[in-house]
């Protein structure tokens, strides 16, 4: 599990934080679809609890991903401290995913279906705008 976290963590550009980022740029796009205040309020609630559950899973998983990086780099490193290492770090992931599917489950309990299309439309609009200006700072 943790050298598939750490193949996700290298193939978004060495950032873990970005594997919650659609959910932190969902925020706006719940506030302006929803419009029941009860369920709005309903859906940024588990929203909230959802993204602080995704942001301790990144800061977990890149603790993990230091720990492994050590152990690739010490050559006295033994197999059994790479088992050791993706046991706790699977262990732990699986109870991270379970709290994260949970806050999915509650956030989809007060958002309708053609709702959820429009926040996660918009939060990948942002993504992708986002990433064209960051692209564009690079190459200036």
């Known amino acids: 599990m943790a050298l598939l976290a750490y193949l996700l963590y290298a193939s978004h550009g060495g950032n873990a934080a970005a594997l919650g980022a659609l959910a932190e740029r969902a925020k706006p796009h719940v506030e302006k679809t929803i419009r029941d205040e009860d369920r709005r309020k309903a859906a940024l609630h588990a929203l909230s609890r959802a993204t602080k559950d995704i942001d301790a899973l990144t800061g977990r ?16 490193s033994r197999p059994e401290d790479f088992d050791r290492l993706f046991e706790t770090a699977a262990e732990a992931d699986l109870r991270q995913a379970d709290e994260i599917w949970k806050d999915r489950a509650e956030l989809l309990a007060h958002v309708g279906p053609e709702e959820w299309s429009a926040i996660v439309a918009g939060a990948r609009a942002d993504a992708a705008e986002d990433a064209a200006k960051a692209h564009e700072g690079k190459t200036e």
Not at 64 to 73: A, H, M, N, S, Y
Request: charged fraction near 45%.
């Open 61 to 76: 998983i890149e603790k993990d991903l230091g720990r492994f990086e050590k152990l690739v780099q010490d050559y006295g």
